[in-house]
């Protein structure tokens, strides 16, 4: 126990990586097997080591705690205890945070049978669990349940009086039909939502700002770009003006969807001005690194398209640091190393670019798979990068392994199928050798599934080597 209130004086000093042996420590004394207390030691020290890992923005480490100690819990008190339902929550919204939707989709239908069997009919604890799985839904593009369980959450709100929280569950049911473009009933959740927070909260509170937001996201979708900048002014304004009791992370969070308005109105400048100040924000406290460089990656972006190449590169440069430090390794990680090559080809530094490349593309192969859209922008851009280096070999063969996956498992109708295949073509030549092509079928070459992806090829430098954004 002293261990564990070691830890947590560190926590609360801030200094989190100084919390950790601590606690790694003490998951090492207690013995499970010799009864509930050691169970629960056991259980609190995997909980709370999780639980700060997290803070230090090491997410995998810190789903594997968790399931840890949820693991000792349902060998101590079974699988249908109500506690096993809240552990079981608890790692689901981890799994959620880590974008590991199918995951945490299993085990939010397993807190919800528990709650089930333990509670009323439509209960808070029901209701908290149907919003969970509506948020794993959406972002599976299950609009449809998810709409379902929001709508059975905000019953079971409404009969218990919980009036802010079923405001709440409307601006999540607008963001459900704003998805399925039933703009609308998308725009009448919204106000209602904004008519409860405003009479319950005030006019400057940040959710009635937040509701803002999504209503400047709906018009700008359907065209009404003035009625758009004026609510991301009016969210502005509370957001520069914070009331007491404001978390920076909700102000962080608001400028960072403003921001994605402004970018995609042409504005890019005053979109960096806000991704610059949510940054500030956020650079002090604790367990938001990953946050930071998810905001450094758009920055790099943004910087890319306006043709600051340095500026883009030192963005993403700073974003791979953070993010080698959490020990990330998704898809994520993939893309912004990705990001960051094509920024150094921009450069002329080609040899850090095939390294960023080469690393890139492991990542990708791993979490998304050879075919993946992502992963083949990345084949793309490393067989660019080759034959800038004079590897034509190494071109050539990672050219053919892309044709042959376009022609074997995805179809050719995808235009960037025409684009490498002269390439290939160009580079054979230049080799002395031809491909081994054998013609297929109309029917076999043609994916009825397949969609063009949108990609910016780098124009001014490099351009007829294919690089792909």
Request: hydrophobic residues 40%.
């Amino acid at each position: 126990m002293s261990l564990h209130v070691l830890a947590a004086i560190y926590c609360s000093l801030g200094r989190f990586d100084e919390a950790v042996p601590p606690l790694e420590r003490a998951i090492k004394v207690p013995d499970p097997t010799r009864g509930p207390d050691h169970s629960l030691a056991a259980f609190s020290g995997h909980m709370q080591l999780g639980d700060t890992l997290s803070m230090l923005g090491q997410i995998d480490r810190s789903i594997s705690c968790y399931e840890e100690g949820l693991k000792i819990q349902i060998q101590t008190l079974g699988e249908t205890d109500p506690r096993v339902g809240e552990t079981c929550r608890y790692l689901a919204e981890a799994y959620v945070q880590a974008m590991q939707f199918n995951k945490a989709e299993e085990l939010c239908k397993k807190t919800l049978e528990i709650h089930r069997a333990h509670s009323e009919p439509a209960s808070l604890e029901e209701a908290a669990d149907r919003r969970l799985m509506a948020i794993i839904c959406e972002a599976k593009g299950d609009y449809e349940n998810a709409l379902e369980h929001l709508v059975l959450a905000s019953m079971a709100m409404i009969a218990s009086g919980q009036e802010s929280e079923v405001a709440s569950i409307d601006v999540s049911i607008g963001n459900i039909y704003m998805s399925l473009c039933r703009f609308d009933e998308a725009v009448f959740s919204y106000q209602k939502a904004l008519t409860v927070f405003k009479s319950s909260k005030g006019e400057t509170h940040p959710t009635v700002a937040s509701v803002f937001v999504r209503l400047a996201e709906l018009y700008h979708r359907t065209g009404k770009l003035r009625e758009s900048k004026s609510y991301c002014e009016n969210a502005l304004r509370i957001y520069n003006k914070p009331v007491p009791g404001t978390t920076v992370e909700e102000i962080a969070g608001g400028l960072t969807e403003i921001s994605a308005i402004y970018e995609s109105v042409d504005e890019p400048e005053e979109a960096l001005k806000l991704l610059q100040k949510s940054m500030k924000l956020l650079e002090d406290k604790p367990g938001q690194q990953s946050a930071i460089a998810g905001l450094e990656a758009r920055m790099g972006v943004m910087y890319y398209t306006l043709g600051r190449y340095e500026d883009a590169r030192n963005a993403f440069e700073s974003a791979v640091t953070k993010l080698r430090a959490a020990g990330e390794k998704s898809a994520f990680f993939g893309v912004v190393l990705n990001q960051m090559g094509l920024a150094c080809v921009q450069l002329f530094k080609i040899d850090e670019a095939g390294e960023l490349f080469e690393e890139a593309r492991g990542i990708l192969e791993q979490e998304r798979g050879p075919c993946d859209q992502d992963t083949l922008g990345v084949y793309s851009n490393l067989a660019a990068t080759y034959d800038a280096m004079g590897r034509i070999e190494d071109a050539i063969e990672i050219l053919e392994q892309v044709l042959k996956l376009r022609e074997e498992k995805l179809g050719t109708a995808n235009p960037d199928f025409e684009d490498e295949k002269k390439r290939l073509a160009e580079l054979l030549k230049e080799a002395g050798r031809s491909r081994n092509y054998k013609a297929k079928s109309l029917q076999n070459l043609i994916d009825p599934n397949a969609r063009p992806t949108k990609k910016e090829t780098s124009a001014k430098k490099w351009s007829g080597l294919g690089f792909k954004f």
